[in-house]
């Protein structure tokens, strides 16, 4: 059957399941939004590139399926740079397909010309320039195998436009070795003297910590992480990207660890005999001042990318390995830790005293905006996505909501992209229609990516977003605050400019304010009952609120600061 290399590439990507594309057609990528039409693959047109990487991301996260990008040449290509090294940082499983110049023009500055692959090259799994129309199948079935393969991440197909025009007789690999893909070896078996070296480590622990990284929820491994958790009593702490692996209900979860942490889990890594690390990557953000971290700790590291251990701590046992087949064979071992009785006497008294806390919210004054998360999680469906930009509401999301169930956090952790929460929340929402999904923002976050509201308007996206509008960029006034003497310098957004309501009612979604806390209940009721259009709601908060606790950047986190209200306790 002869083909168009564009026909080849939309056939292939049906070949792999895609139900959904986010994407914007340019010149040269437009000979495949033509075939694009007779297919049974949804197109949702966003209003900016980036927002289409990060809807991508969204629904990699929600859904456990690849994400899928289009865009064309140039400035299209650059446009979704940063959602590429975003999902690059978080393993986030993406297949980005850029549009190219005709390859006779590549070299030669063309129009909306730009070395694509080179730009990527260091923040994605692989990329591919097409040379070729008959690879288009083999590049197509490849970039998926590699995105979800091993740790996932992001690839790249870059399809020069002359290729999309050519003609080719369809094929479409039938084994991995027609992929072409030699010393790509991501899945290895266990190794059965590192599970006895890891058995005998947990064995002669009486201060453990299951130290759990988003690779445990990149592995569905959450079932079996409760199941280890309960048998052996130990106590867990989940990163910024494994909130939801354990239900934060379940009574051994002391919340997450790093720079925002819980005291209690920060401080039980730090005083821990053995750190059982579970697809974690020890970041700065959890570590501190990396030669004071956990200092008695001995480490267990268990990940499937082996270019991770010994990278800032050395692991005394390396565990290379997916972390649901690790903790089924640690599960089968029955291995247990010492006695920890004394341990838990002493994390307990850690919770019992600096839990998370917060400044009452008054009628009189702005509202706080971890009570702002509060009610809206407790007004929210079982199993409800929450998606959030990243600052201080990144932070307190984290802290206040309460996460019971994997793929129910997206978020941005390695890279820290500002803009994030909007079009992240549209694509999980794509993914999972079936959830009710909220994006808590920040008015500096939503500002960058708040046009693909449009784009959540015009395809029927029904997210609900809750901008915690503090009229500063927060965490940046936060550290202005604390570490520059409080000389702040281009932080300041103000509260009404714009007008948040207008603009969302502008982009055909429904727009609410509340400043008091009546108005807060009232404006999540309201938006609860809306789920035809997109709803957002401008919360007015405290500018001086800070997130705690906190370690300071370089800091031991033997130096956590707490919330003022408990600094006398």
């Known amino acids: 059957m002869q083909l168009t290399g564009a026909q080849a590439l939309i056939k292939s990507l049906e070949m792999e399941g895609v139900e959904v594309i986010f994407g914007l057609p340019g010149g040269a990528i437009l000979p495949v939004y033509d075939p694009l039409i007779d297919s049974s693959i949804r197109h949702i047109l966003v209003r900016h590139e980036q927002g289409a990487g990060h809807m991508a991301e969204g629904y990699a996260l929600a859904t456990g399926r690849p994400g899928v990008a289009m865009v064309t040449s140039g400035p299209g290509a650059t446009n979704i740079v940063t959602p590429i090294g975003n999902a690059y940082m978080d393993s986030t499983p993406l297949v980005v397909i850029t549009g190219q110049v005709a390859s006779g023009s590549i070299g030669t500055d063309a129009f909306q010309e730009c070395d694509i692959t080179g730009i990527t090259m260091g923040i994605t799994k692989h990329n591919f320039l097409i040379t070729s129309a008959h690879d288009i199948p083999r590049a197509v079935a490849a970039a998926f195998h590699l995105a979800t393969t091993g740790r996932p991440g992001p690839v790249l197909v870059d399809l020069p436009k002359d290729l999309a025009q050519s003609m080719m007789e369809w094929w479409y690999p039938s084994s991995i070795e027609e992929l072409d893909l030699p010393g790509y070896r991501p899945e290895v078996p266990l190794d059965a003297e590192a599970i006895d070296a890891a058995i005998a480590l947990i064995a002669q622990s009486e201060r453990p910590v299951l130290y759990v990284g988003g690779g445990t929820l990149k592995s569905n491994a959450s079932a079996e992480l409760v199941a280890f958790a309960n048998r052996t009593g130990m106590p867990v702490v989940t990163t910024l990207m494994a909130r939801g692996a354990i239900p934060d209900s379940h009574p051994q979860n002391l919340g997450m660890p790093g720079m925002h942490g819980t005291y209690s889990a920060v401080t039980a890594m730090q005083r821990a005999d053995l750190l059982i690390s579970l697809g974690a990557r020890f970041d700065d953000r959890v570590t501190g001042?990396?030669?004071?971290?956990?200092?008695?700790?001995?480490?267990?590291?268990?990940?499937?990318?082996?270019?991770?251990?010994?990278?800032?701590?050395?692991?005394?046992?390396?565990?290379?390995?997916?972390?649901?087949?690790?903790?089924?064979?640690?599960?089968?071992?029955?291995?247990?830790?010492?006695?920890?009785?004394?341990?838990?006497?002493?994390?307990?008294?850690?919770?019992?005293?600096?839990?998370?806390?917060?400044?009452?919210?008054?009628?009189?004054?702005?509202?706080?905006?971890?009570?702002?998360?509060?009610?809206?999680?407790?007004?929210?469906?079982?199993?409800?996505?929450?998606?959030?930009?990243?600052?201080?509401?990144?932070?307190?999301?984290?802290?206040?909501?309460?996460?019971?169930?994997?793929?129910?956090?997206?978020?941005?952790?390695?890279?820290?992209?500002?803009?994030?929460?909007?079009?992240?929340?549209?694509?999980?929402?794509?993914?999972?229609?079936?959830?009710?999904?909220?994006?808590?923002?920040?008015?500096?976050?939503?500002?960058?990516?708040?046009?693909?509201?449009?784009?959540?308007?015009?395809?029927?996206?029904?997210?609900?977003?809750?901008?915690?509008?503090?009229?500063?960029?927060?965490?940046?006034?936060?550290?202005?605050?604390?570490?520059?003497?409080?000389?702040?310098?281009?932080?300041?957004?103000?509260?009404?400019?714009?007008?948040?309501?207008?603009?969302?009612?502008?982009?055909?979604?429904?727009?609410?304010?509340?400043?008091?806390?009546?108005?807060?209940?009232?404006?999540?009721?309201?938006?609860?009952?809306?789920?035809?259009?997109?709803?957002?709601?401008?919360?007015?908060?405290?500018?001086?609120?800070?997130?705690?606790?906190?370690?300071?950047?370089?800091?031991?986190?033997?130096?956590?600061?707490?919330?003022?209200?408990?600094?006398?306790?």
Not at 289 to 300: N, Q, V
Not at 341 to 367: C, K
Not at 467 to 482: C, D, E, F, P, R
């Open 289 to 569: 001042k990396i030669p004071a971290f956990a200092p008695e700790a001995k480490i267990l590291h268990v990940d499937i990318d082996k270019a991770e251990f010994n990278k800032v701590r050395r692991a005394d046992v390396a565990v290379r390995a997916n972390i649901k087949d690790a903790l089924n064979a640690l599960e089968s071992a029955e291995a247990t830790p010492k006695d920890m009785t004394a341990w838990w006497a002493s994390i307990n008294e850690w919770r019992a005293t600096y839990p998370l806390v917060y400044d009452e919210p008054t009628n009189d004054g702005l509202l706080r905006p971890q009570a702002v998360i509060e009610a809206i999680a407790k007004a929210a469906a079982p199993g409800t996505i929450v998606s959030a930009g990243v600052g201080q509401h990144q932070m307190w999301a984290s802290q206040f909501w309460p996460f019971e169930e994997p793929r129910t956090w997206i978020n941005s952790g390695g890279a820290g992209t500002m803009g994030f929460g909007v079009p992240s929340a549209i694509g999980a929402k794509v993914g999972r229609p079936e959830s009710t999904v909220w994006c808590i923002d920040g008015d500096g976050c939503f500002q960058m990516t708040a046009q693909e509201l449009v784009t959540a308007r015009a395809e029927g996206i029904p997210i609900k977003v809750a901008i915690l509008n503090n009229a500063y960029l927060g965490m940046v006034h936060q550290w202005q605050t604390m570490f520059y003497d409080n000389r702040q310098s281009e932080v300041y957004l103000s509260a009404d400019l714009p007008d948040y309501v207008l603009w969302a009612q502008a982009m055909g979604c429904v727009g609410l304010r509340a400043r008091t806390i009546e108005e807060m209940h009232e404006a999540i009721r309201q938006a609860n009952e809306i789920n035809d259009v997109p709803v957002v709601i401008d919360f007015r908060t405290e500018s001086e609120e800070k997130v705690f606790p906190m370690v300071a950047a370089g800091a031991s986190n033997d130096d956590i600061m707490v919330h003022p209200l408990q600094r006398e306790a």
